[in-house]
């Protein structure tokens, strides 16, 4: 906003300016060069009428030679009206020159000019108007007038000087009214970027104009509203998961009366398989409103104690040691997150190998497998909600397709992301990438 004041400041200065300018040039042909003309056009018509006439008094004199030098600066306008006022009168005009004579009082004399009052205006000037006509036979009829040096120059500092004033008027308010505005702009911009459901809810301050006031407002209202809805919305889970829970509980005691163990143990799975689900669908429901807090947790013990869990159920699991790396993270959903991933490496490699890798930027959890890998064009589609590559929905397989979309959705909100890499040959490495803070 003060660019544009200072812009539109400039131009109409620079406007201003113009017609100062023109101003200026009117004002001085009609005090100066007019009267200058005219005298000239007269001198020279009585040059003619009269040629016995002596111009030994007055501004127009006769000098023997033309005070003229190339080196002066030559005023073409003045000559052409000259010659247009004598033709206009009848009379012949003779060869015209008029030019400007810049003055030096320390260097030039200008003693000679006459009349005395003359000289001295020319001298306090600095510069005059040399108009010479040639009368053959008789010489240079020459006039000096006075001619205001570096007039322009000044009109152009003053111009700058006002504009500078109108900067420091003008502009000082308006910054101070953007400052006045952008301020609570910006803290509202923070508020909105950082806002996270459930924590905190201590309203952002109502400052600045009315209307920044009334969409701060309007903000603090929207906030309020999503956290309702969202306690409802976890209300209303904690009702699904506990009505969902209770007849699978109910079903889990039931078939124990099934004599046949193969009948009783697919269900007993199938009943198993019902409750992964729901937590897992529970889970990324809640996802951002975790209960948890973040705290300062060594990366490399999560991982490892992940592992062993895997290694004490006797799956083909391994994990690289490396050393203490402490980060802040929610650690039960971060083990949620690991463990998903190795789960999808067993089932579709029939194993899995962990390490930690690190550098300034970023910790990498991998994950890598030696299953079959997964086709470029299908890599980002796993990630989808109940999306799974092997369609048969075999238990042996995989779940519901919820896996590595809870994975992502955890390491998300801690910063970070997944990516899934095929490896030359075969296998697929699983990352889980963390962003190092200080």
């Known amino acids: 906003m003060a660019l ?69 600066q030559r005023l073409p306008d003045v000559e052409q009206a000259i010659r247009d006022t004598l033709t206009d009168a009848g009379q012949a005009a003779p060869p015209v020159q008029a030019a400007l004579h810049m003055i030096d009082v320390h260097k030039t004399r200008i003693d000679h000019i006459r009349p005395r009052h003359t000289a001295r205006i020319i001298r306090r000037f600095g510069a005059e108007l040399l108009i ?48 006045r505005i952008s301020r609570p702009l910006r803290s509202l911009a923070v508020a909105a970027r950082d806002f996270a459901p459930g924590e905190g809810d201590t309203p952002l301050e109502e400052r600045g104009p009315g209307d920044v006031r009334d969409v701060i407002a309007a903000f603090n209202a929207l906030r309020l509203r999503v956290n309702a809805m969202l ?80 290694r004490d159920l006797g799956d083909n699991v391994a994990f690289l040691e490396s050393g203490r790396l402490t980060m802040r993270l929610r650690p039960s959903l971060m083990r949620r997150a690991v463990r998903n991933l190795i789960e999808n490496a067993i089932k579709y490699g029939g194993g899995a190998e962990v390490r930690i890798d690190r550098d300034d930027a970023e910790v990498r959890i991998v994950v890598a497998d030696r299953g079959p890998g997964i086709p470029e064009d299908r890599l980002a589609d796993v990630f989808d909600p109940f999306t799974r590559l092997e369609t048969s929905r075999n238990r042996e397989t995989g779940g519901a397709g919820l896996g590595l979309a809870l994975a992502r959705a955890i390491v998300r909100d801690a910063g970070g992301d997944i990516r899934l890499v095929n490896r030359a040959g075969r296998g697929l490495d699983a990352v889980i990438a963390l962003p190092m803070r200080g």
Request: net charge negative; charged share 25%.
């Open 231 to 310: 306690d409802e919305k976890d209300r209303m889970l904690g009702a699904i998961g506990h009505d969902l829970r209770t007849p699978l509980a109910a079903l889990r005691v039931r078939i124990e009366s099934v004599d046949d163990d193969n009948d009783r143990q697919r269900m007993a799975e199938t009943i198993a398989e019902m409750n992964r689900t729901l937590d897992d669908i529970l889970s990324l429901a809640r996802l951002g409103r975790p209960s948890e807090p973040p705290t300062d947790v060594d990366l490399a013990a999560l991982v490892d104690a992940v592992v062993e869990d895997f």
């Open 4 to 72: 544009l004041v200072a812009i539109a400041l400039f131009v109409a200065q620079a406007i201003n300016f113009g017609l100062l300018l023109h101003e200026r040039q009117r004002f001085r042909f009609e005090q100066v060069t007019a009267p200058a003309i005219t005298r000239m056009t007269d001198a020279i018509e009585r040059a003619h009428t009269r040629p016995d006439l002596a111009f030994d008094r007055g501004r127009v004199r006769f000098e023997p030679h033309n005070p003229i030098t190339p080196a002066m």
């Open 132 to 179: 010479v006509a040639e009368v053959p036979g008789r010489g240079w009829l020459v006039q000096h007038a006075p001619w205001p040096r570096g007039g322009d120059s000044s009109i152009i500092w003053r111009l700058i000087g006002q504009t500078l004033i109108l900067y420091v008027i003008m502009l000082i308010p308006v910054l101070w009214i953007g400052r």
